[in-house]
């Protein structure tokens, strides 16, 4: 699963029910989810939210799932609720800025012959030329 999807409480569902060991829990889930997934192509989160895609095949009109709450169907709403809670266009920058600077870390490591090389990689590694160059 990416953090890209836009089929959050769908794709909570499946992990509910599907196992990797054994797969899926209960008869006919797999069709489901496929059916579940094949509708939330189709439409946007603003013609069609994933609650109301899971209560189309689950025939619930309360579709509750744990850790989601019992939030509005209109994702922009949730937003404006919570405004200390950072966005995904935020948490994605944050997780490269630490990618990066764990590189550089590492890099440095390496270059002291602190920490060896991993198996498969070169001895200069990009970010060893840039901090080379920055040097």
């Known amino acids: 699963m990416t953090l890209t999807s836009f ?3 769908i794709e909570t569902w499946r992990l509910n029910h599907f196992d990797e060991e054994t797969g899926w829990t209960g008869p006919d889930l797999e069709d489901i989810y ?3 997934m094949n509708l939330r192509e189709s439409f946007t989160l603003e ?13 619930r009109h309360s579709v ?8 509005d169907d ?5 937003a404006s609720t919570k405004p200390n809670q950072p966005g995904y ?3 994605l920058q944050k997780y490269n800025d630490v990618s990066t600077h764990l590189d550089e870390f590492f890099s ?3 270059q002291n012959n602190i920490m060896p090389l ?9 970010t060893d030329t840039n901090l080379d160059n920055s040097e």
């Open 34 to 36: 496929d059916d579940m």
């Open 89 to 91: 266009q935020e948490l």
């Open 47 to 59: 013609e069609m939210s994933d609650k109301k895609i899971m209560e189309r095949f689950l025939g």
């Open 108 to 110: 440095i490591l390496r």
């Open 64 to 71: 509750y799932l744990r850790g989601w709450g019992r939030s």
């Open 7 to 9: 089929s959050g409480k």
């Open 118 to 126: 991993a198996s498969g990689t070169s001895e200069a590694s990009d």
């Open 74 to 78: 209109n994702p922009g709403a949730r």
